[in-house]
């Protein structure tokens, strides 16, 4: 840390940059982002830095993940960031990626460091962000407990803050949310959002449609009376979001909401949660047409309601993105294979197509090559484990 502080002090590159380097000019560029921020700091921060690198000085800014307590399981989560993730993988396989052992030192290191040291912080009279995220932020008494002694000590008056969250709850305990947040300087609800109706509950596992928008609706009520409050939805493009993008966009564009906007993460090539994990080629005529959509929907709104063009860069970032993981030789690869085999587990799990439960291929009914191809890369995994039950 030192040292990148110091080359960065320089004016230098470093390699611990690149995220913010590859996505310099884009809209969510954390390094833009801090830097127009806290702009003011800088000198302060010069001048506390010794020449070894080290810093005797406070943070302004924290971003501290208390726990993965949360109440959803959504399909591109995992029992990294969701207590439920956790607990479904238990109970139907015995293990989890997060094991006892990593669980028990994350706690530990919870109660040990992080509250101390986020209470001494909030003592200091120093703090000027906090970015609450999880797991579900909501949930955690820390946050509660947190948010109420910043506003009892008056410094929530300095404080902006940022919330993500699946919006499941505004209150917690008799605390309500809407009561603590006109006290900040300012903040912002980044509520995740990715489909709309039973794709949303499909791609969320765990969310109420119904009251999820009704807490939307009563969050954008509250943000029209107070000028320091924002209201977005943090949406991820994922499988079924894609196909059924058309929903979503007349729904932001009908609830006047602006979205940040996200691709699926797809650093493992069987993540079948993202539209790329479906060939380049099957794709290529829907993404055309949410770009023919996007455009005209654009024109019926004003330019002072942008809403529409981060999800357009989404689409055509993805558009050009090469196909990595289409192998030729074989009419499925091996990623395709896995991502289906994980598909199909997770699907037995939950009992999706039973008693009124959607299925993923219910959102690839419309585009009947995407959903040929799914079926039959399912009928290969399907035969593939019938043979090996046989063989067994
Ligand atoms: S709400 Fe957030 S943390 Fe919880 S399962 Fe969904 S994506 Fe993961």
């Not at 966009?249 to 909401?257: A, L």
């Not at 479906?278 to 002072?304: G, V, W």
């Not at 050009?320 to 030729?328: F, T």
């Amino acid at each position: 840390m030192k040292r990148v502080r110091r080359q960065m002090l320089k004016g230098e590159r470093v390699p611990e940059c690149q995220i913010c380097d590859a996505s310099e000019g884009s809209a969510w560029n954390y390094r833009d982002y801090f830097n127009s921020h806290f702009q003011e700091a800088e000198k302060e921060v010069r001048r506390a830095t010794a020449r070894d690198g080290s810093l005797k000085t406070s943070p302004r800014s924290l971003d501290y993940r208390f726990s993965n307590q949360c109440n959803f399981k959504c399909r591109m989560c995992g029992d990294g960031n969701s207590s439920s993730w956790v607990q479904e993988s238990l109970r139907t396989t015995g293990f989890s990626e997060l094991s006892q052992e990593t669980w028990e030192e994350i706690s530990k290191n919870t109660e040990r460091n992080l509250i101390p040291e986020f209470r001494e912080l909030a003592a200091k009279g120093l703090l000027r962000e906090i970015y609450w995220a999880g797991g579900e932020p909501l949930l955690w008494e820390e946050h509660w407990d947190f948010m109420e002694q910043l506003v009892r000590s008056g410094q929530s008056q300095k404080v902006r803050v940022t919330y993500n969250t699946n919006l499941s709850l505004l209150s917690n305990k008799g605390r309500m949310l809407f009561d603590l947040l006109p006290h900040f300087k300012s903040a912002t609800l980044q509520a995740s959002m990715d489909g709309v109706g039973r794709c949303a509950e499909f791609i969320r596992t765990g969310l109420n449609w119904s009251q999820w928008l009704a807490h939307l609706q009563e969050a954008q009520i509250f943000a029209k009376q107070l000028p320091n409050i924002e209201v977005l939805i943090d949406f991820t493009l994922t499988t079924p979001g894609f196909y059924g993008l058309e929903s979503f966009i007349n729904f932001i564009v009908e609830h006047e909401v602006k979205v940040l906007v996200k691709p699926c993460l797809f650093d493992d090539p069987s993540t079948y949660m993202s539209p790329l994990f479906f060939p380049k080629q099957l794709r290529a005529q829907h993404e055309q047409s949410l770009l023919i959509m996007i455009a005209n929907a654009q024109e019926k709104l004003s330019e002072h309601q942008p809403f529409l063009d981060p999800l357009e860069d989404l689409i055509r970032a993805q558009r050009a993105e090469p196909p990595s993981h289409e192998d030729p030789s074989h009419e499925f690869g091996d990623a395709q294979l896995n991502g289906m085999r994980r598909h199909l587990q997770i699907s037995r799990v939950r009992k999706d197509g039973q008693d009124g439960r959607p299925k993923m291929e219910d959102f690839l009914a419309s585009h009947p090559d995407s959903l040929l191809w799914w079926n039959c890369l399912k009928d290969e995994v399907l035969s593939q484990q019938q043979g090996e039950t046989l063989a067994f």
